[in-house]
């Protein structure tokens, strides 16, 4: 097993940061390998705001519904589907961008968003940072977009809150890996049981950390799915020019 996946398999979310600065080195070093991560069509329809002023980290603690380890942290990134940037390029050819229009544009910024992001936990993780994602980022998206002043056709994807950590917490346990590996064809045949054991796994780890309250993996997606959480999302991608019905 390489180094590499060792860091990945090793993965954990830090939620408390020392007062250590992170390096611009280190921050160039996490921003660049983000950067060549692979895009659609290399279109590269993302951007990164890294954000270490202290009054605009407290603000977006504030945004993102209190988590105090965004202000904590000495630098947070916030990671932007970026179809912006493309529209110059298609304008550059003479064209008109249209895939804006599309739920096929918000489908690619997510997925090539969320690769930069994987890309760049791994970067940090590699140098010892602690690390976590933030994805209530588009909990109150519109004022997310006054404060960054983005433009047109972009978006606030996911946030990443970085720096050194004070601690290590406790892995959290994973599903059964044939929850999530299936060969040649899905079976939902096997889940219910998988689930099932799941739930008295992490409702076990849950107690022995003190958070018994949140009782098991089904409970807590259910709190969470059982409603659309951040219902801002889709007027303000509308107002942001970007359309859902082709």
């Known amino acids: 097993m390489t180094e590499t996946i060792k860091i990945m398999e090793n993965h954990r979310s830090i939620r408390s940061f020392t007062n250590e600065p992170v390096s611009e080195e280190m921050i160039s070093a996490v921003i660049s390998a983000a950067q060549h991560a692979p895009t ?6 993302i951007s990164i705001i890294v954000i270490k002023d202290k009054n605009t980290r407290e603000k977006m603690a504030e945004l993102t519904g209190g988590q105090t380890w ?5 630098v947070f990134l916030i990671f932007i589907a970026d179809l912006y940037k493309t529209s110059l390029g ?3 050819a003479g064209y008109e961008q249209i895939i804006h229009e599309s739920v096929e544009g918000m489908m690619v910024a997510s997925v090539d ?4 992001l994987g890309t760049a936990i791994t970067a940090a993780e590699s140098l010892g940072l602690g690390i976590v ?4 980022v588009r909990k109150n998206p519109e004022t997310v977009i006054d404060l960054l002043e983005l433009p ?6 996911v946030g990443l809150a970085v720096g050194h950590p004070k601690d290590h917490s406790r892995q959290k346990p994973r599903m059964d890996i044939k929850t999530f590996r ?6 939902k045949d096997r889940l219910p049981e998988l689930i099932n054991n799941y739930d008295r796994q992490i409702a076990k780890y849950l107690d ?16 969470a799915y059982k409603t659309v959480y951040f219902p801002d999302v889709y007027p303000t991608a509308l107002k942001q020019g970007f359309k859902f019905d082709k």
Do not use: C, L
């Open 133 to 136: 994602p933030i994805g209530a």
């Open 40 to 45: 659609s069509i290399n279109g590269q329809g």
């Open 90 to 92: 298609v304008k550059n």
């Open 70 to 74: 965004v202000a904590q942290a000495p």
């Open 208 to 223: 022995e950390i003190g958070r018994e309250q949140e009782k098991s993996w089904s409970n807590f997606v259910a709190n």
């Open 182 to 187: 299936f060969d040649e064809k899905y079976d």
């Open 113 to 116: 968003a969320g690769i930069a």
């Open 152 to 157: 047109e056709y972009t978006f606030p994807m």
